[in-house]
């Protein structure tokens, strides 16, 4: 079978590593792509992936959220089942920058 994702290369059975949000999730059986080395899971494999990611409790943690304005600044709505995953606290102390167009917003200082 032809990738669905470069079209030119064929699929084999294999093992692919997931990750979620950088936390390692483990490794499942997968079709990949000999050439672009994209990934396929059926939807079995996809139900496991899911359960690994909510036993280390990262599953739902992307969000879209707010920014709004507080004195001449803006400041991010962070929600709180991220805030609780992150044990982030009102006061604590980050280090924000950007990285391309992104806002990282570091909690390890
Ligand atoms: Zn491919």
């Keep these: 079978m032809k990738c669905p994702s470069c079209e030119k290369g064929n699929l084999k059975n294999g093992l692919t590593r997931e990750y979620m949000f950088g936390v390692f999730l483990g490794e499942f059986l997968a079709e990949v792509c000999v050439r672009c080395a994209e990934s396929f899971t059926d939807e079995a494999t996809t139900k ?57 917003i570091d909690t390890r200082i």
């Excluded at 496991?48 to 280390?56: N, P, S, T, V, W």
């Excluded at 943690?61 to 606290?89: E, F, H, W």
């Design 48 to 104: 496991k992936i899911e359960q690994a990611a909510r036993k280390k409790g990262v599953w739902g943690l992307g969000a879209d959220t707010k920014i709004t304005k507080t004195g001449n600044s803006l400041a991010v709505r962070i929600p709180k089942k991220l805030a609780d995953y992150l044990n982030l606290k009102p006061k604590d102390s980050v280090y924000i920058h950007p990285e391309a167009d992104k806002l990282v």
